[in-house]
């Protein structure tokens, strides 16, 4: 399979880099500047390497410099930002500090013919982020841009293939970025594009059947889409010898755990065994009202059972995590995270020889499609997130039964509601939040104190910015009006209106 080699000295962008490349029909590959030598890269055939940027200065003496042999292997090279400075260094020329030369953010870039920048008008704005600068290019390197203050802007060694940009091309305030990655893959390393996600998921599969093969193999199945889709995935590879652990913990949502358990068997023909801990978890968490320690005390008990299932399972060779590439970036524990700093505890409670991350690279969008690859139902793979925690952070206060039952139900009327008017296609999670106000409403011809159920929607790109749903008033009045006639109790329904930030999408 055709793909190219991103290699990592550190920049916050690397895996942006890898999604560009990936739009271009390329596989990319992320490997750090430590783990691979100028002959592993040969031997694995890629067609092109790119150094990306990083926080460091080339001359420092703990910089990360690669392989030397890596410059001299003969494969097309792209530096980026520090990448590109790291290819000056290396090759000879001078590369220094200078305060007034520092660059932040849209620049005019000033630009002539070149194999890289082919296509470029002589002016156009790109995305800069460095302190130091090449003051001098190496040796048969030629200059192709130049900005204001940034006399190498670009720079190129046609007759060794090696280029670099000391802007960004893969942020989007640089205009033509596409473009330089599509002249390097395309024009310079002579990539075809072959690549799709049905492309990726058949590699995957391929190197999980070799992988894998013979071994016994866990997964804790949550019934969201990241760990469903690495769970389709290793079962394609190894069928039966992937075992399945769903814990339904009495806190997901109406008729969740047996939709979970019947699609995973009938439809996805995964090996799932189902644990039924609703009770251990109402009881562990009985009295409790801080959401801090309910988030411990979930992701506890989640890995007390866990860890009981694994064990009569025997020795489990493999441990495989549904993490994804935010998971990476906040180092938590793919989707079956408790906490916002999960460390993914099930490692520290199952023995197992090794842990495969099959969808590690990927973005959310990415991982929706690979489930679509691997032939999974829409609208499996275009589930709304939901919290690890489950309902136990959509239930303010202490959590007992009744609340949990009632805020289920008065969830299912709202996501119904929503579903119904075909306005799911305009948000991007939505659900009820129970909380622990009390308010008066009147009965008939009484005055009674009820609860006060919020409803929440949102529409969000990386849920690490939100804004709340214009969701119109009929759609908001048929559900509050089913909600208070259908659950006794219940006497107010508010909507709530505020963004994140200042709120988080959550409530706890
Ligand atoms: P917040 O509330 O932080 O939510 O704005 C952003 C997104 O993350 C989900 N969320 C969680 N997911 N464990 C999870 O696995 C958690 O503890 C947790 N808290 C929030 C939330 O549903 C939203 O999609």
Redesign the pocket.
Known sequence: MEKVLVLDFGGHYNQPIARKVREQNIYAEIVSYQKITADEIVAQGYKGIIFTGGPDSVFEPDAPHCDAAILSAGLPILGIGYGCQLIAYMAGGKVTYNGEISEFGATELISDGSELLDGFPPVSICWMSHRNHIKEAPLGFHVTAYTERCPVAAMENSKDHIYGVQFHPEMIETEYGELVLHNFLYNICGCVGEWKMDRFVEYKINQYRERLADKKVLLALSG?VDSSVAAVLVNQAIGDNLTCVFVDTGLLRKDEADHVEKTCRDILNINVTRVDAAERFLSALKGVTSPDEK?RIISEEFNNVFEEEAKKLGKVDCLVQGTIYSDVLER??G??????S?EGALHQVVEYDEMAEPLRSLFKDEVRKAGLALGMPEEFCYR??????GLA?RCVGEITKEKLDTLREADAIFREEIAKSGYDRFT??Y?AVMTDTHSVGVIGDERVQGSTIVLRS?T?DD??T?DWSRIPYEILAAASARITSELPGITRIVYDITP?PP??????
Do not use: C, H, M, Y
Not at 335 to 340: E, K, L, M, V, Y
Not at 384 to 389: A, D, K, L, R, V
Not at 503 to 508: F, Q, R
């Open positions: 969201g988030r938590g524990a989707d079956i995270s408790f906490t916002g999960d709304q997130p939901f919290p690890g925690p952070i991007n999670q659900f949102v969000s849920f690490l939100a994140k709120a988080t999408v959550e409530w706890e």
